[in-house]
């Protein structure tokens, strides 16, 4: 249920212990959360699931930003797509609470971020 997203000192992408690229970031976290195909190495439902992103001391702050982004935005695009679905409106700050806390409720977003570290110290 972890989708770990390591930024080495490079700006180099490791998602799951694989290379990766900043610009797929957002559809495999947004896979990985809802999981839509049941598959069994992603998360197990959207309540579950975990994004872990620890970065290098010498990341780059701008590559920093980009990951962030990229993994929010997936969120966001998700609370989208479930507030369509359920209430026929894009998930926005002008929606009541009530809807905004249900959309959530159903899936949290769980972004745990690890002090930055000198990989090579680990």
């Not at 197990?44 to 975990?50: Q, R, S, V, Y």
């Not at 001391?57 to 479930?82: P, Q, S």
């Not at 507030?83 to 959530?104: H, T, V």
């Amino acid at each position: 249920n972890v989708f770990s997203v390591l930024v080495n000192a490079q700006n180099q992408l490791l998602v799951r212990n694989e290379p990766a690229l900043v610009g797929d970031l957002r559809e495999r976290a947004k896979e990985f959360i809802s999981n839509p195909a049941k598959r069994e190495d992603l998360a197990e439902k959207p309540t579950k699931a975990i994004i872990s992103l620890k970065n290098d001391r010498g990341t780059n702050y701008k590559t920093y930003l980009e990951v962030y982004n990229e993994l929010k935005a997936a969120y966001d695009e998700l609370w989208d797509d479930l507030c369509q679905r359920q209430y026929g409106k894009p998930y926005s700050d002008e929606l009541p609470i009530a809807i905004r806390r249900d959309i959530r409720s159903q899936i949290p977003m769980v972004l745990s971020e690890a002090e930055p570290t000198n990989f090579g110290e680990e």
